[in-house]
């Protein structure tokens, strides 16, 4: 299991908690009672509330508190980027960060792979995706027993097993002072309330500010006039490094009604505190400068997070050159209405009612579709010198910064589509997609080349591209009918375009497909006849490399060891010359292999060990399965039975993780159960056992270092 090192080690992916946490004792010790698996409902629990109100802090905080009932981990799903119907399945898989490879449902998916797990699911944000989200939850908790949900949304989920709670304002409290608590994130009244709470963000924008005797009534007066709402205080203390707490109190009377008027206006309570932070929101903005109001307003565009040259790019134009926007971006931050990323301090994101406000004002402004393909074309750009750069030492950072721009390719492609200029999203698909297939969003890519592969595209490179990186995502999802399909295809239009490399490319889907499915000679033939031409910086060259691999490895299976370790060397000289690590760490595998089959045992474990760390780089989960395979019958021929048994265990999780053990391979399926017993025969049973269960134990993480270092067994 993949592991939170935030988390003391617990398996997880919850987000390190910044900023101290205020109050909700009651609420807190509720979700205690009704997150302990051992109660046995089994129901979702859904904190409901109007944005701002601090649900997601809640739920987070809650998660943590029971991530100890919860052996396989608490993961959080964040679902606000998402802008389109159908994703919520994925999004869930890129949490868990499950990698399968097949094209089952992904509802089908999932409910397979958490029917024997323990652990704690925290959707956050459903509100705009209700449907799906109830459908997926009703479909989790009736496969998998030992799985509880934790929900935040505007609206309930729907369901009726359903428990609900309303996540109610902060009480604004006079007859005492509570002291605020550290800034560790471990301090905090249980009881305190919105007082507590603005005066410790008071504290951040102005240090030195105290609530006291003489604070305490202006402070009760802001936060009553605030509703108590915890994001409205949160913004208007950070205005303390501008305005004195007077000044503050007075300017919210000017812009704010009173509640009694609110009340005489607004027939209920949750939509008084929606209009209420709508206001508090619209003040903030008020006290912003025209700049810094335009920013706000374009930084709506981006999904989930982004970094400083990305905002440069896209919102800047007309009265807001570029050289302005970090300036800008830092005061926003200093306002709390940008926040920096939880996890990536060169990253920054928006909280949902913020972006919602800034998206409002972006239409207001006739803007919104303008900034939508600004933000399209950077991400094409983007994705486009991905590809272009992929086959080179800049893999490592193409693979890491596709990984933190998800959301934001994900959204880009949404455009393109909605668009329906086919040239446009057939040329996304095809970089997008491709980088989507080696950074394991084999699911997403499937999505996006399929929509434009069936609109008909002109013949031409791009189409090449998309043909080959949907041919090639065919091949790891195990279905071989269909890269038969695409491979043909694609040769076809290869032969079309001219473009020599781009026929050698098209050689490794229709060499991988007849791999596959146990037609070596015919592979052989195949893959050894492709040119050899100069190998390429881009996805061409990538495709380059990925034909001598796949020669490598139909030599491997055909028994011919010399000839597939001379061709896995040629490729590793051509990685290590080039610093990529995609096909060079699957040709240290294949080295690996070549010297267990030589008996050169002392060569295969670090070879195999030089695979994961590659493979690691790259998050390429099934790289690590098919390789720790290897490593652990290299340790067990090398006398280290115990360790074999450990790492036994280790692959079969992550195979787990990748969603087909041993890729259903016959072969590989036979070594498999073939290692099982040789490390049993050394070890004896009841020692295989207690190895085995300890393998089981690690998490992803650990487990992936345990079987890169070298320490001996205990």
């Given at each position: 299991?993949?592991?939170d090192?935030?988390?003391?080690?617990?398996?997880?992916?919850?987000?390190?908690?910044?900023?101290?946490?205020?109050?909700r004792?009651?609420?807190?010790?509720?979700?205690?009672?009704?997150?302990?698996?051992?109660?046995?409902?089994?129901?979702?629990?859904?904190?409901?509330?109007?944005?701002?109100?601090?649900?997601?802090?809640?739920?987070?905080?809650?998660?943590?508190?029971?991530?100890?009932?919860?052996?396989?981990?608490?993961?959080?799903?964040?679902?606000?980027p998402?802008?389109?119907?159908?994703?919520?399945?994925?999004?869930?898989?890129?949490?868990?960060?499950?990698?399968?490879?097949?094209?089952?449902?992904?509802?089908?998916?999932?409910?397979?792979?958490?029917?024997?797990?323990r652990?704690?699911?925290?959707?956050?944000?459903?509100e705009?995706?209700?449907?799906?989200?109830?459908?997926?939850?009703?479909?989790?908790?009736?496969?998998?027993?030992?799985?509880?949900?934790?929900?935040?949304?505007?609206?309930?989920?729907?369901?009726?097993?359903?428990?609900?709670?309303?996540?109610?304002?902060?009480?604004?409290?006079?007859?005492?002072?509570?002291?605020?608590?550290?800034?560790?994130?471990?301090?905090g009244?249980?009881?305190?309330?919105?007082?507590?709470?603005?005066?410790?963000?008071?504290?951040?924008?102005a240090?030195?500010?105290?609530?006291?005797?003489?604070?305490?009534?202006?402070?009760a007066?802001?936060?009553?006039?605030?509703?108590?709402?915890?994001?409205?205080?949160?913004?208007?203390?950070?205005?303390?490094?501008?305005?004195?707490?007077?000044?503050?109190?007075?300017?919210?009377?000017?812009?704010?009604?009173?509640?009694l008027?609110?009340?005489?206006?607004?027939?209920?309570?949750?939509?008084?505190?929606?209009?209420?932070?709508?206001?508090?929101?619209?003040?903030?903005?008020?006290?912003?400068?025209?700049?810094?109001?335009?920013l706000?307003?374009?930084?709506?565009?981006?999904?989930?997070?982004?970094?400083?040259?990305?905002?440069?790019?896209?919102?800047?134009?007309?009265?807001?050159?570029?050289?302005?926007?970090?300036?800008?971006?830092?005061?926003?931050v200093?306002?709390?209405?940008?926040?920096?990323?939880?996890?990536?301090?060169?990253?920054?994101?928006?909280?949902?009612?913020?972006?919602?406000?800034?998206?409002?004002?972006?239409?207001?402004?006739?803007?919104?579709?303008?900034?939508?393909?600004?933000?399209?074309?950077?991400?094409?750009?983007?994705?486009?010198?991905?590809?272009?750069?992929?086959?080179?030492?800049?893999?490592?950072?193409?693979?890491?910064?596709?990984?933190?721009?998800?959301?934001?390719?994900?959204?880009?492609?949404?455009?393109?589509l909605?668009?329906?200029?086919?040239a446009?999203?057939?040329c996304?698909?095809?970089?997008?997609?491709?980088?989507?297939?080696?950074?394991?969003?084999?699911?997403?890519?499937?999505?996006?080349?399929?929509?434009?592969?069936?609109?008909?595209?002109?013949?031409?490179?791009?189409?090449?591209?998309?043909?080959?990186?949907?041919?090639?995502?065919?091949?790891?999802?195990?279905?071989?009918?269909?890269?038969?399909?695409?491979?043909?295809?694609?040769?076809?239009?290869?032969?079309?375009?001219?473009?020599?490399?781009?026929v050698?490319?098209?050689?490794?889907?229709?060499?991988?497909?007849?791999?596959?499915?146990?037609?070596?000679?015919?592979?052989?033939?195949?893959?050894?006849?492709?040119?050899?031409?100069?190998?390429?910086?881009?996805?061409?060259?990538?495709?380059?490399?990925?034909?001598?691999?796949?020669?490598?490895?139909?030599?491997?299976?055909?028994?011919?060891?010399?000839?597939?370790?001379?061709?896995?060397?040629?490729?590793r000289?051509?990685?290590?010359?080039?610093?990529?690590?995609?096909?060079?760490?699957?040709?240290?595998?294949?080295?690996?292999?070549?010297?267990?089959a030589?008996?050169?045992l002392?060569?295969?474990?670090?070879?195999?060990?030089?695979?994961?760390?590659?493979?690691?780089?790259?998050?390429?989960?099934?790289?690590?399965?098919?390789?720790?395979?290897?490593?652990?019958?290299?340790?067990?021929?090398?006398?280290?039975?115990?360790?074999?048994?450990?790492?036994?265990?280790?692959?079969?999780?992550?195979?787990?993780?990748?969603?087909?053990?041993?890729?259903?391979?016959?072969?590989?399926?036979?070594?498999?159960?073939?290692?099982?017993?040789?490390?049993?025969?050394?070890?004896?049973?009841e020692?295989?056992?207690?190895?085995?269960?300890?393998?089981?134990?690690m998490?992803?993480?650990?487990?992936?270092?345990?079987?890169?270092?070298?320490?001996?067994?205990?």
């Amino acid at each position: 299991m993949p592991e939170d090192r935030t988390t003391g080690g617990r398996a997880g992916n919850l987000p390190p908690e910044t900023r101290s946490f205020v109050g909700r004792g009651h609420e807190l010790a509720w979700l205690d009672a009704v997150l302990d698996p051992d109660d046995g409902h089994g129901r979702p629990v859904t904190l409901v509330g109007p944005g701002g109100v601090g649900k997601t802090r809640l739920a987070l905080r809650a998660a943590r508190r029971a991530a100890h009932h919860y052996p396989d981990g608490v993961w959080l799903v964040e679902l606000s980027p998402l802008r389109a119907r159908g994703l919520v399945g994925f999004a869930v898989v890129e949490a868990l960060r499950l990698h399968d490879r097949s094209t089952r449902p992904v509802a089908e998916v999932l409910c397979a792979w958490l029917r024997d797990k323990r652990l704690l699911l925290v959707l956050d944000s459903c509100e705009h995706v209700l449907p799906d989200c109830a459908d997926l939850v009703r479909a989790v908790l009736a496969a998998a027993p030992g799985v509880r949900v934790l929900a935040t949304s505007r609206e309930s989920l729907g369901l009726g097993s359903e428990l609900r709670a309303e996540v109610d304002p902060l009480p604004v409290r006079t007859d005492c002072l509570a002291p605020p608590g550290g800034p560790d994130g471990t301090g905090g009244d249980p009881h305190g309330d919105a007082l507590d709470l603005f005066a410790q963000r008071a504290g951040e924008a102005a240090p030195g500010f105290a609530l006291d005797a003489s604070t305490a009534d202006a402070v009760a007066a802001v936060c009553r006039r605030l509703d108590g709402m915890p994001l409205a205080i949160e913004l208007a203390a950070a205005r303390l490094g501008d305005l004195t707490l007077e000044r503050l109190d007075e300017r919210l009377r000017e812009s704010l009604p009173s509640p009694l008027d609110l009340l005489a206006a607004e027939p209920g309570r949750g939509e008084l505190r929606h209009r209420t932070l709508r206001t508090a929101i619209g003040w903030s903005h008020e006290l912003c400068a025209p700049l810094e109001r335009l920013l706000w307003a374009r930084l709506s565009v981006f999904a989930g997070g982004f970094d400083a040259t990305a905002a440069e790019e896209v919102c800047s134009g007309g009265p807001l050159p570029a050289a302005l926007i970090a300036g800008l971006l830092e005061r926003l931050v200093e306002q709390s209405i940008v926040l920096r990323h939880r996890t990536q301090q060169d990253r920054y994101q928006l909280l949902d009612s913020v972006r919602e406000f800034g998206g409002d004002w972006l239409r207001a402004l006739g803007e919104e579709r303008a900034l939508r393909l600004r933000h399209l074309d950077h991400y094409r750009r983007l994705a486009a010198r991905g590809c272009a750069e992929w086959n080179t030492g800049s893999q490592v950072l193409w693979c890491e910064r596709t990984l933190a721009d998800h959301a934001n390719l994900r959204a880009a492609m949404d455009c393109a589509l909605s668009e329906r200029d086919t040239a446009v999203s057939l040329c996304a698909a095809a970089d997008i997609g491709f980088l989507w297939r080696h950074c394991g969003h084999l699911r997403d890519a499937q999505h996006c080349l399929d929509q434009v592969l069936t609109a008909d595209p002109q013949p031409g490179p791009d189409c090449v591209r998309a043909l080959w990186a949907r041919g090639a995502v065919a091949l790891l999802q195990g279905d071989l009918d269909g890269a038969a399909r695409w491979a043909a295809v694609c040769a076809t239009a290869a032969r079309e375009q001219g473009e020599p490399v781009a026929v050698v490319a098209a050689a490794y889907l229709t060499g991988s497909h007849l791999l596959l499915t146990g037609r070596l000679a015919e592979a052989v033939a195949v893959l050894d006849a492709v040119e050899p031409l100069p190998v390429r910086d881009d996805w061409l060259g990538a495709a380059q490399l990925q034909v001598r691999l796949a020669l490598s490895l139909a030599h491997q299976l055909s028994g011919d060891h010399t000839r597939a370790r001379e061709v896995a060397d040629e490729v590793r000289d051509e990685s290590a010359r080039r610093g990529e690590c995609w096909a060079g760490a699957f040709a240290d595998c294949f080295v690996a292999e070549a010297d267990l089959a030589d008996g050169d045992l002392l060569a295969a474990v670090p070879n195999a060990r030089a695979a994961l760390v590659g493979h690691s780089l790259l998050h390429n989960t099934l790289g690590v399965a098919f390789t720790l395979d290897v490593l652990a019958s290299a340790v067990v021929a090398v006398g280290d039975g115990r360790r074999a048994a450990r790492l036994l265990a280790i692959g079969q999780r992550v195979w787990e993780l990748v969603g087909r053990a041993q890729m259903q391979s016959p072969d590989l399926m036979a070594a498999r159960l073939d290692r099982e017993r040789r490390v049993r025969r050394k070890i004896g049973e009841e020692a295989y056992a207690t190895a085995y269960e300890e393998g089981l134990g690690m998490s992803y993480e650990r487990g992936v270092a345990y079987a890169v270092s070298g320490a001996p067994s205990r």
